[in-house]
């Protein structure tokens, strides 16, 4: 999961960036599962939270790089965000529900929270 926090008046370009760049990015990458763009308005801020899901581990590196606690940034967020979280933060999925037609079957992230 990665959280960014933009000003409410570019809200909307950045959620067109992120629909247009990022979840593209993600889906090319083998092993993503899915991926969903949260985003709640405040009076003068905008957070969006993104929520992937992985097939694996490995499928994480080849979207991050070596170090899966590291965010990954376009230069384009520099129009936006008003700051830069260093981290992203990952979860084993423990329980979940899907389609019936859907086969995923959650596998745990070594050294990871």
């Not at 979840?23 to 939270?49: K, Q, T, W």
């Not at 260093?86 to 529900?97: D, G, K, S």
């Amino acid at each position: 999961m990665w959280h960014g926090v933009t000003l409410r008046s570019k809200a909307d370009a950045y959620t067109a960036f992120l629909e247009q760049r990022a979840i593209p990015d993600y889906r090319l990458v083998p092993g993503n599962l899915s991926v969903a763009i949260l985003r709640r308005d405040e009076a003068d801020v905008s957070h969006f939270m993104t929520v992937t899901h992985w097939e694996s581990e490995e499928s994480i590196h080849a979207f991050a790089g070596e170090d899966l606690l590291t965010a990954k940034y376009y230069p384009e967020d520099r129009d936006f965000l008003l700051e830069f979280e260093p981290e992203v933060q990952h979860f084993t999925v423990t329980a979940i529900e899907m389609p019936s037609n859907h086969s995923f079957k959650p596998k745990p992230l070594r050294g990871s929270a």
